[in-house]
């Protein structure tokens, strides 16, 4: 039995949106990283003098710490994203099993998400419905991933 090492075009597709999903947190890494720094140099060297308004403002600027940690997160999973759909496209098993795990944990945020945004608006259908979206598409690239010819090009 002979396997085929040809990549099947979903996964170019799948790449493609880890791609373009990577680039949005990479931007996303670092324009908090930005935010996180700028609010922490208001802070830092005092620029705010005011008596008025220092108290507020110097609160606020303490505040660069969460999206400066925020940003180094998102960055590192910007590139993480990258490396995964290297990985993909290349047939290698470890990005395989990556893209399963990391679809499973989304599914389940989406669900819970769903869940929580029905106890808020008092419509559990409000929640599901305004998620079908993601969870649809999570489901389809598990579905994907578990296909004969899908496995047999990660195989080794």
């Known amino acids: 039995m002979t396997t085929n ?6 996964i170019t597709v799948i790449a493609i949106l880890i791609i373009i999903g990577g680039i949005f947190l990479i931007t996303g890494g670092i324009s908090f990283i930005g935010l996180g720094g700028a609010l922490l140099a208001i802070s830092s060297e005092g620029i705010i003098q005011s008596n008025d308004i220092s108290t507020d403002l110097t609160q606020l600027a303490s505040l660069g710490t969460i999206p ?5 997160v998102l960055l590192i999973l910007g590139i993480a994203y990258l490396i995964v759909s290297y ?4 047939g290698k098993p470890w990005a395989w099993v990556i893209t399963i795990i990391v679809t499973i944990i989304g599914l389940i945020v989406q669900i819970i998400s769903a869940i929580i945004a029905g106890t808020i608006t008092s419509s559990v259908l ?3 419905v305004s998620h079908i979206v993601g969870l649809f598409i999570s489901g389809v690239i598990i579905y994907y991933m578990f296909r004969p010819n899908v496995k047999a090009f990660y195989r080794k």
């Not at 090492?5 to 979903?10: C, F, L």
Request: aromatic fraction near 6%; charge should be positive.
């Open 68 to 72: 400066l940690v925020l940003g180094v």
């Open 87 to 90: 990985g993909l496209l290349k």
């Open 5 to 10: 090492k040809e990549r099947p075009d979903g």
């Open 126 to 128: 409000y929640g599901l």
